[in-house]
């Protein structure tokens, strides 16, 4: 049982998902690996999260799928 008044004052959210479960996405990975399918991404630094949330939500701005990784090392060495 799920206490939904403990989710809502957390601002925790619970979400399930229908595409598969472990043995499904291992499937898909070993997949791309075996034919050098790659995701698009781009590492970038902390003091970048507002441009990247900008690209992600610009009018077709994620139409290729582009990701962003957040560089959390050299975010904390840059300072």
């Known amino acids: 049982m799920v206490n939904q008044v403990h989710l809502l004052l957390n601002r925790i959210s619970l979400t399930g998902s229908l595409i598969g479960g472990i043995a499904d996405t291992q499937e ?3 997949f791309c690996a075996k034919h050098q399918i790659w995701p698009e991404s781009e590492l970038i630094k902390a003091d970048k999260i ?3 949330w900008d ?3 610009a009018p077709g701005g994620n139409a290729s799928g582009k990701r962003y990784v957040i560089d959390i090392q050299a975010s904390i060495a840059a300072g």
Request: charged share 10%; no cysteine.
């Open 50 to 52: 507002q441009w990247a």
């Open 55 to 57: 690209q992600l939500n």
């Open 28 to 30: 898909m990975l070993d």
